[in-house]
């Protein structure tokens, strides 16, 4: 196997030097010239520009202060394994062409495997809080050879801190999705209602269900796609349960979205179980050309036509039902019904909206417009935070956040909803306070593996 292109140089380096480059140049490069100038292959480079990155401004905890640390922390993790691989770079350059291109610079790499257990969750608790807050200053220890590091206390610098009001209407409710019950079948309307139970069953063996009218059964083409009615556990941990639904902040929100909310090192998604069937038959339906319809169409006209024939081997009449032509059944009849559901159900599929709607079987409109019944809306929501905070095992993380935030003796005080309403709004002007209450998502730590 032939030696690496620029072996000394780690992943994480070069990561850095293809952002500063892109930022600061401010030009379109190909593969081949970012490859030639990073000494590296053009398969690293397409693996490089993969890297989500994301840009806060932060500040030093005195107002006359800088920022002078030059500090950059990684976190890779393998979408099969969900393994984690996180280390940090600290050192002199600046994140800028010069610092990782001309300049002869100073900086050291650290891997989190190198730290002991309780200096790794300390670490990690320091770099998740920066992503979305405030950093205390921290020192580590390596476990190797006592190499001691010293971390700065610094916070990310908010545009605008929403006030408590306007962060919970900015939210989420979650409700379960009721999806179209004919949605991904096939639809047959009866010259007459089914009257006799033996006639039913026959229909039945060959897919065909009855819908809320007698006279219509439908049949599914590319897999039943199911109700759901489980209860996941996300909902439980994320959302609070209100009048108008569950309700989560926009910022948890997103986070589930991107990828960011993990437990255990595993990313959180809401949605019901069996998504991935789910998903496979919206895709089937999404994707399919007019060949597959016609293909799909066959095979509905074969069932059809088995349940004349089974009908007619015991003594029952399918014409009562069916529409015959010369002795045969007459499947022109049914034909372009059938080809308009297949083209209509294929153009509801390539709605992304409706899509993610089917395959997560929940729906997540954003908190409307309540008027004057927004004081009834968060008065049940505080009432909610008020009865979830107090348990002795906190199941949901808002309430639990919010728990350690007030402390037992201040919570005993708290008489109801209205007053756990006011006291928020006051302990919402005190920043660490803020901060802590609006990450509360992010509470769970990822163990390197």
């Known amino acids: ?18 952002f500063a480059k892109l930022l600061f140049t401010g030009r379109n490069y190909s593969l081949s010239e970012l ?19 994301t840009i806060h401004r932060v500040k030093a905890p005195e107002a006359s202060g800088l920022v002078h640390a030059k500090l950059y922390f990684f976190h890779w993790q393998n979408k099969t394994s969900a393994k984690n691989l996180r280390k940090f770079y600290l050192g002199s350059p600046n994140a800028s062409l010069q610092g990782f291109g001309v300049h002869s610079e100073v900086l050291a790499e650290i891997n989190f495997k190198a730290l002991s257990p309780e200096m790794r969750k300390l ?33 990310r610098a908010l545009p605008g801190a929403p006030s ?7 939210g989420r409710l979650c409700h379960r999705y009721s999806p179209d019950t004919g949605f991904g079948k096939l639809i047959v309307k009866l010259r007459k209602p089914l ?10 063996r060959q897919g065909f269900v009855r819908e809320t009218r007698r006279e219509m059964l439908q049949r599914a083409y590319a897999g039943a796609i ?4 489980d209860t996941p556990q996300w909902r439980s941990k994320y959302f609070v349960e209100t009048d108008y639904g569950d309700w989560t902040s926009n910022d948890c929100f997103v986070a589930q979205q991107d990828g960011a909310l993990k437990t255990n090192g595993r990313s959180v998604i809401f949605q019901a179980l069996g998504a991935q069937d789910r998903s496979a038959i919206l895709n089937k339906i999404r994707d399919a050309e007019d060949a597959e319809h016609n293909e799909w169409i066959a095979d509905f006209g074969d069932a059809l036509a088995k349940v004349a024939e089974q009908m007619k081997d015991r003594g029952l009449k399918p014409e009562e039902y069916l529409y015959f032509k010369s002795g ?56 909610t935070l008020l009865r979830g905070a107090r348990l002795l095992r906190r199941r949901n993380y808002l309430a639990k956040t919010i728990g350690n935030v007030l402390g037992t003796e201040q919570l005993s005080e708290i008489e109801d909803g209205a007053e756990m309403y006011e006291t928020l709004l006051e302990v919402w002007k005190d920043h660490k306070s803020r901060l802590r209450i609006m990450q509360f998502h992010l509470d769970e730590a990822d163990d390197d593996e």
């Not at 009257?195 to 039945?204: L, Y």
Request: hydrophobic fraction near 35%; charge should be neutral.
């Open 1 to 18: 196997m032939p030696e690496k292109i620029d072996s000394y140089r780690s992943y994480g380096q070069k990561v850095i030097s293809l």
């Open 123 to 155: 670490a990690s608790g320091y770099f998740k809080s920066l992503s979305s807050g405030e950093s205390e200053g921290i020192a580590l220890t390596t476990s190797s050879d006592g190499v001691r590091i010293w971390l700065p206390e610094i916070y």
């Open 226 to 229: 199911e109700p759901t009615d």
């Open 328 to 383: 045969h059944l007459d499947l022109l009849k049914y034909k372009q019904k059938w080809q308009n559901k297949l083209q209509s159900d294929r153009a509801r599929a390539r709605i992304p909206e409706f899509y993610k709607r089917m395959e997560s079987g929940f729906a997540f409109p954003l908190v409307p417009p309540l008027g004057p019944n927004y004081e009834e809306f968060i008065h049940g929501l505080c009432t």
């Open 35 to 53: 490859a030639t100038h990073f000494a590296c292959s053009r398969q690293t480079i397409s693996r490089l520009i993969k890297v989500r990155t």
């Open 164 to 170: 408590f009001d306007s962060w919970v209407r900015a």
């Open 195 to 204: 009257s006799k139970t033996d006639d039913e069953e026959v229909f039945a």
